[in-house]
Antibody, heavy 120, light 107 residues
Framework: QVQLVQSGAEVKKPGASVKVSCTAS????????IAWVRQAPGQGLEYMGW????????NYAQRFQGRVTMTTDTSTRTAYMELRSLRSDDTAVYYC?????????????WGPGTTVTVSS | SFELTQPPSVSVSPGQTATITCSGD??????SYWYQQKPGQAPVLVIY???ERPSGIPERFSGSSSGTTVTLTISGVQAEDEADYYC??????????FGGGTKLTVL
């Protein structure tokens, strides 16, 4: 069973950038995609976008366009999500999740989450 | 982007049936997904493609779709089913929002 391992917690100042990584324990990204979802404290899930492991094509949620970049390094089975111009309301747990075409792009494997705190 | 609307909370007694609805225009022609999230844990996919269960998800979880509303049904609810449940779908632009979430309380 594939597992996703995420990078550790981050504390950033407003205006800074953060880059979170997500490494798959096995299997390549070639036939799956990696989505990023965040959850602010006490709030619901918020979809940020995803990147295709097949061709590297990205699709970002409208509210993050221009501020987020998602990439993959297939040689290390690692996906990255960079969020720029951080604000206090970007404080959240950031999850990566596998989107598999076999289950019609449902997110069937999730990382444990990375806590990002934005504070001056 | 489009929106998905869920009731904030649903309560049910053990052994009863819980139904959680999710409404949105895109649901009439796009697949839906349901996720279970327990406190402090990552979400778990419980239904995909409207009514399919991933491997390992108990049979008491089922999904259905009718027009612009999809429904998650949990038959014979158990105490361990107490959690937040989120629906999700996608439109043809790739936008894939979640509903606001429904807190299921097992009385």
């Amino acid at each position: 069973q594939v597992q996703l391992v995420q990078s550790g917690a981050e504390v950033k100042k407003p205006g800074a950038s953060v880059k979170v990584s997500c490494t798959a324990s096995s299997k390549t990204f070639s036939n799956v995609g990696i989505a990023w979802v965040r959850q602010a404290p006490g709030q619901g899930l918020e979809y940020m976008g995803w990147i295709s492991g097949y061709n590297g094509k990205t699709n970002y949620a409208q509210r993050f366009q221009g501020r987020v970049t998602m990439t993959t390094d297939t040689s290390t089975r690692t996906a990255y999500m960079e969020l720029r111009s951080l604000r206090s309301d970007d404080t959240a747990v950031y999850y990566c999740a596998r989107r598999d075409v076999i289950i019609y792009f449902g997110m069937d494997v999730w990382g444990p989450g990375t806590t990002v705190t934005v504070s001056s | 982007s489009f929106e998905l609307t869920q009731p904030p909370s649903v309560s049910v007694s053990p052994g009863q049936t819980a139904t959680i609805t999710c409404s949105g225009d895109a649901l009439s022609n796009q697949y839906s997904y349901w996720y279970q999230q327990k406190p402090g844990q990552a979400p778990v996919l419980v239904i995909y493609k409207d009514n399919e269960r991933p491997s390992g998800i108990p049979e008491r979880f089922s999904g259905s779709s009718s027009g612009t509303t999809v429904t998650l049904t949990i038959s014979g609810v158990q105490a361990e089913d107490e959690a937040d449940y989120y629906c999700q779908s996608s439109d043809n632009t790739g936008s894939s929002p979640f509903g606001g979430g429904t807190k299921l309380t097992v009385l």
